[in-house]
């Protein structure tokens, strides 16, 4: 419970101080604050709504106060672009981020454990001569590379796939879980999907195997070979399943860190996601909406990141005795 | 067992090139233990040399804009003859533009690594040998560093600075630190408690002159592994950005020439010949330092092998 | 005889060389005996019992010998073979339970995963079998749903000794079986330990580096000394007349069996490096009573019924035992 409160606190402290660098950013560049985004075609009209916004009449102290009070209730201001509130602009695209990332992840983490705990048994054989290498050069390919490939070939060259977008245009459901269950979804979903899983999956396949081979040290694996179990399960039911805990809290960090790193991917398949709307915005300069889209990025990041923690400390007793020798 | 007579304060200089010859021991002893870590020291040495040589090596003004002989665009020209990989959408030459973006991608990469594993190692010392506030300060710093999504930081940097390659370098810098420095500073930690050290302190050098001089090159191998692995990730980054469009419009990289093919529908056109070299060429100097880091840390860490 | 180990060699590849860890020894095992392997750490006594079982780190390779049990050699089963048998006629019980027993698995069903899986018995029957070896061992039924490391030390071995006896083995190995405990425990798990012994006419190779274990639950001894077997015989012969100067030595460095009259003496010095063994005997460096003739390989001596030692002087073995409880003797004995 202290530890819940201490990370607790460690996870506030870390977001307010992000969102305050996030500030004095905007209010330290040179020349007036918003030079960077006004331009010809600002109106009048919205210069005053953005002077009154960010209450540039008032004092650092008091816009800054504004700007956490306005945090803390959920207000990220107006889009320049869209006319219409951050938080509803950024929920929008939101659902559409996370289904990409949680279904690439899961192709990823099913594909690499299995890889890893494989490539972990076939130690020192040619297998692991060969896969090493092919694991560390998908994880050294960028991601948008590697979608622009497959969209030219399974996308241009076959016609198997939609090239872009999360549905077709003029599509229409009856509700949300309607579109996201629509065959059409998951066609678009497809090649974004695998291509953030070849390259998500190198982590946890290099994480798995590294587990197993300390795994398989153990006196309990020597014991179940003594136990005359067939290779099946001492490689599953042993090895693999004491190797997994870390590869979980590897998963929960992962979710963090790939909602805000799939944003070229989302940009190379328009896929309507947060990153996409993140460079869009700072493309656009539309300030609120960037500075909207980073803060709601770093909050999934940080709030995964203790998750993650959470977890594993709840599990670390029984692995805390397991590790000790 | 180390008799006490063996505890002696080496001079300064000893304990430097002591620190230097570990690693260039190490760096040395690649080939013979890893093919593979020394298939990426051939390759970057391949790419520095291009890098080095890239005026000599080029066909045409990566940036200039060509017309055949009928004074036509000669844009989207298959690969052969005058242009080994063919020319662009707006008629400039691809493998001109390849050459060139090596030293772009090299340039960021190195700076990066160098600056963010200074910054690490600096940290890490510090941290790890006053410990105590100090510690704690730059500990929960470390903290906030990697509670910020990298690309999405870097994405916003472009927007308030003027597109540039340096504001990889800068975002780099400002984020990537702390996992070098959490790994040094425990290094640090350990080494603090040593015999050696020890007998420093006793000789009267200042807290100062025992970290720089002598603890500082016992970790200089750490900073060189985590060097290796940042001038990977510093490439990625570059090529993302410029990618995303938010790179310097007036130089040619990597990252640059799959925007240009991307947006000029080189996809729609299968021109593979374009879009495919640069991807190959990243996961190449990437992939190397992969290798020579994995290379490196064996050596340095070797695993009882039974 | 259930088990002949008959000039066993096992050797480790090592980078630089090749380590005989196990050098041509002999031992048996009758049915229904207890035989105890000691020696110090690293004499290879853990690396020759566990050759039995065949299940050895990857660089261990048999370099010749053969292990009979029930009348098979064991060493030239195939594969399949000796997996069929393993843990069905040979049971294992660990030196460590903590790390011997998997942290993510409750103890009962790692007692059941053995009964279904290499027993062939039913869900439903291995649970009722997996209470009958926890009452066995004295270990409550309800302590089948705990985890590993939920049991305190002397109730892990105690579950580890059930885990062996599950599929009634015709041999146990049991290594250092209680040596992680403390002086009380050790001396509750060995009672219910040779009491089931006893009750199951278990045969049992006890491996242990005390000699007052020994002298506690084993019929026989086999003394083992840089991968050798220095001296093997009866337990009550051995101890009595030890006719090896190692033996004499090991007893004199515990004091609860020579008995408080005599000044507590270890051998001082450490046993040899494998990779480059000494010429002749491997004790002769530590050895008060070594003389030119040890330079030579010594000789296999039999000095009793069943008993014998490998050593120049056995012959000589009474009056070198007088000579051996004064504890000035074994000062300043090593040589290079």
């Given at each position: 419970?202290?530890?819940?409160?201490?990370?607790?606190?460690?996870?506030?402290?870390?977001?307010?101080?992000?969102?305050?660098?996030?500030?004095?950013?905007?209010?330290?560049?040179?020349?007036?604050?918003?030079?960077?985004?006004?331009?010809?075609?600002?109106?009048?009209?919205?210069?005053?709504?953005?002077?009154?916004?960010?209450?540039?009449?008032?004092?650092?102290?008091e816009q800054y106060w504004l700007f956490l009070t306005n945090l803390m209730q959920g207000d990220l201001g107006q889009s320049f672009f869209?006319?219409?509130?951050?938080?509803?602009?950024?929920?929008?695209?939101?659902?559409?981020?996370?289904?990409?990332?949680?279904?690439?992840?899961?192709?990823?983490?099913?594909?690499?454990?299995?890889?890893?705990?494989?490539?972990?048994?076939?130690?020192?054989?040619?297998?692991?001569?060969?896969?090493?290498?092919?694991?560390?050069?998908?994880?050294?390919?960028?991601?948008?590379?590697?979608?622009?490939?497959?969209?030219?070939?399974?996308?241009?060259?076959l016609g198997w796939l939609p090239s872009g977008?999360?549905?077709?245009?003029?599509?229409?459901?009856?509700?949300?879980?309607?579109?996201?269950?629509?065959?059409?979804?998951?066609?678009?979903?497809?090649?974004?999907?695998?291509?953030?899983?070849?390259?998500?999956?190198?982590?946890?396949?290099?994480?798995?195997?590294?587990?197993?081979?300390?795994?398989?040290?153990?006196?309990?694996?020597?014991?179940?070979?003594?136990?005359?179990?067939?290779?099946?399960?001492?490689?599953?039911?042993?090895?693999?399943?004491?190797?997994?805990?870390?590869?979980?809290?590897?998963?929960?960090?992962?979710?963090?860190?790939?909602?805000?790193?799939n944003v070229v991917v989302e940009t190379v398949f328009s896929w309507p996601g947060i990153g996409r709307l993140l460079v869009n915005a700072v493309a656009a300069s539309d300030y609120p909406l960037a500075q909207g889209a980073f803060l709601m990025i770093t909050a999934v990041l940080v709030v995964m990141n203790f998750i993650a923690d959470i977890t594993y400390h709840l599990l670390d007793p029984r692995v805390r005795v397991a590790a000790r020798g | 067992?180390?008799?006490?007579?063996?505890?002696?304060?080496?001079?300064?200089?000893?304990?430097?090139?002591?620190?230097?010859?570990?690693?260039?021991?190490?760096?040395?002893?690649?080939?013979?233990?890893?093919?593979?870590?020394?298939?990426?020291?051939?390759?970057?040495?391949?790419?520095?040399?291009?890098?080095?040589?890239?005026?000599?090596?080029?066909?045409?003004?990566?940036?200039?804009?060509?017309?055949?002989?009928?004074?036509?665009?000669?844009?989207?020209?298959?690969?052969?003859?005058?242009?080994?990989?063919?020319?662009?959408?707006?008629?400039?030459?691809?493998?001109?533009?390849?050459?060139?973006?090596?030293?772009?991608?090299?340039?960021?990469?190195?700076?990066?690594a160098v600056c963010v594993v200074t910054i690490g190692t600096i940290i890490g010392l510090i941290a790890g040998f006053f410990g105590g506030i100090v510690d704690t300060i730059l500990m929960r710093l470390a903290d906030i560093a990697l509670g910020v999504p990298f690309l999405p930081f870097v994405i916003v940097l472009a927007a308030f600075l003027n597109p540039s390659q340096w504001n990889v370098v800068l975002g780099i810098a400002l984020l990537l630190w702390p996992q070098s420095a959490r790994v040094i500073r425990a290094q640090v930690m350990s080494l603090r408690e040593r015999a050696f050290i020890e007998a420093a302190r006793v000789t009267g050098a200042g807290p100062w002159r025992i970290l720089f001089v002598h603890i500082a090159p016992n970790v200089l191998s750490l900073s060189f592994l985590y060097a290796s692995i940042a001038v990977g990730w510093a490439i990625l980054t570059e090529a993302s950005i410029s990618f995303l469009g938010f790179g310097p419009s007036d130089s040619v990289t990597w990252g640059y020439m799959l925007q240009d093919a991307y947006a000029s529908q080189a996809l729609g056109r299968e021109q593979y010949y374009w879009f495919v070299p640069p991807g190959l060429c990243i996961i190449a100097v990437v992939v190397a330092g992969f290798f020579i880091s994995r290379g490196y840390e064996e050596i340095l860490f070797p695993k009882l092998k039974d | 005889m259930l088990l002949e180990v008959r000039?066993?060699?096992?050797?480790?590849?090592?980078?630089?060389?090749?380590?005989?860890?196990?050098?041509?020894?002999?031992?048996?095992?009758?049915?229904?005996?207890?035989?105890?392997?000691?020696?110090?750490?690293?004499?290879?006594?853990?690396?020759?019992?566990?050759?039995?079982?065949?299940?050895?780190?990857?660089?261990?390779?048999?370099?010749?010998?053969?292990?009979?049990?029930?009348?098979?050699?064991?060493?030239?089963?195939?594969?399949?073979?000796?997996?069929?048998?393993?843990?069905?006629?040979?049971?294992?019980?660990?030196?460590?339970?903590?790390?011997?027993?998997?942290?993510?698995?409750?103890?009962?069903?790692?007692?059941?995963?053995?009964?279904?899986?290499?027993?062939?018995?039913?869900?439903?029957?291995?649970?009722?079998?997996?209470?009958?070896?926890?009452?066995?061992?004295?270990?409550?039924?309800?302590?089948?749903?705990?985890?590993?490391?939920?049991?305190?030390?002397?109730?892990?071995?105690?579950?580890?000794?059930?885990?062996?006896?599950?599929?009634?083995?015709?041999?146990?190995?049991?290594?250092?079986?209680?040596?992680?405990?403390?002086?009380v425990i050790q001396r509750q798990v060995l009672d219910t330990f040779n009491e089931l012994q006893k009750r199951l006419n278990l045969s049992v190779i006890l491996v242990t580096h005390d000699i007052s274990v020994v002298a506690y639950v084993c019929d026989y001894v086999v003394v083992m000394y840089a991968g050798k077997v220095v001296e093997a015989g009866p337990v009550a012969d051995v101890l009595a007349e030890p006719s090896h100067p190692y033996t004499m030595g090991l007893y004199n460095a515990f004091p609860e069996l020579a008995g408080d009259e005599r000044d507590l003496s270890p051998i001082e010095g450490s046993p040899p490096d494998l990779l480059h063994p000494p010429e002749g005997c491997r004790f002769r460096q530590r050895c008060p009573f070594a003389t030119g003739a040890c330079h030579t390989e010594p000789p296999e001596i039999d000095v009793g019924a069943g008993h014998r030692a490998l050593c120049h002087r056995a012959g000589e073995a009474p009056a070198l035992r007088t000579e051996a409880r004064r504890a000035e003797t074994w000062v300043g004995v090593t040589t290079e």
């Open positions: 419970m202290v530890y819940f409160l201490k990370r607790f606190a460690q996870m506030i402290f870390v977001l307010w101080t992000v969102a305050t660098i996030l500030f004095f950013m905007f209010r330290t560049m040179p020349g007036t604050p918003l030079a960077a985004f006004i331009d010809n075609t600002t109106t009048e009209e919205q210069q005053q709504a953005l002077i009154e916004q960010f209450g540039l009449d008032k004092s650092l102290g869209f006319k219409k509130p951050v938080v509803e602009v950024v929920m929008e695209v939101f659902p559409n981020s996370v289904i990409l990332t949680l279904s690439s992840l899961l192709v990823a983490y099913i594909f690499g454990i299995i890889a890893g705990a494989y490539l972990a048994w076939r130690r020192g054989s040619w297998v692991e001569g060969f896969g090493i290498p092919l694991v560390l050069t998908t994880r050294a390919a960028p991601e948008f590379w590697l979608g622009m490939v497959f969209l030219a070939y399974f996308s241009f060259h977008g999360a549905n077709s245009s003029g599509a229409e459901f009856s509700s949300e879980w309607a579109r996201i269950t629509s065959w059409d979804f998951l066609s678009h979903l497809a090649l974004p999907a695998i291509t953030l899983a070849i390259y998500l999956q190198g982590l946890p396949l290099l994480l798995m195997r590294s587990n197993m081979l300390n795994v398989l040290q153990e006196e309990f694996i020597t014991m179940a070979r003594m136990k005359g179990l067939s290779t099946w399960a001492i490689v599953i039911r042993h090895a693999a399943r004491n190797a997994l805990l870390p590869v979980a809290t590897a998963f929960a960090l992962g979710i963090g860190g790939a909602v805000g790193g | 067992m180390q008799r006490a007579d063996e505890i002696a304060l080496p001079g300064r200089g000893a304990r430097v090139t002591a620190g230097l010859s570990r690693w260039v021991k190490g760096v040395t002893a690649i080939p013979r233990r890893d093919p593979f870590a020394f298939a990426g020291v051939l390759l970057y040495l391949i790419f520095i040399l291009v890098a080095i040589f890239a005026e000599s090596l080029v066909t045409h003004d990566p940036r200039e804009i060509l017309f055949d002989e009928n004074y036509d665009l000669a844009r989207n020209l298959p690969p052969g003859g005058d242009h080994i990989l063919g020319t662009t959408f707006s008629g400039r030459d691809i493998y001109s533009q390849l050459v060139m973006g090596t030293r772009g991608a090299l340039l960021v990469g190195v700076t990066a | 000039d066993l060699v096992i050797e480790y590849r090592a980078t630089r060389g090749r380590v005989r860890a196990v050098d041509r020894i002999s031992f048996d095992v009758p049915a229904g005996a207890v035989v105890g392997v000691v020696g110090e750490s690293g004499c290879g006594k853990t690396t020759a019992v566990r050759a039995i079982t065949r299940v050895m780190p990857a660089s261990a390779v048999f370099a010749g010998g053969s292990i009979t049990l029930d009348g098979t050699d064991l060493v030239s089963l195939s594969e399949r073979e000796m997996k069929k048998r393993l843990w069905r006629d040979i049971a294992y019980v660990p030196q460590s339970a903590m790390n011997a027993l998997d942290p993510v698995w409750r103890v009962g069903h790692q007692i059941e995963e053995v009964l279904v899986d290499r027993g062939g018995m039913g869900r439903r029957a291995a649970r009722a079998r997996a209470e009958e070896l926890f009452a066995m061992v004295g270990l409550e039924g309800k302590r089948l749903h705990d985890y590993p490391h939920q049991f305190s030390g002397g109730m892990r071995q105690r579950a580890s000794i059930a885990l062996a006896l599950a599929l009634e083995p015709q041999l146990v190995i049991a290594d250092e079986p209680v040596t992680a405990l403390d002086v």
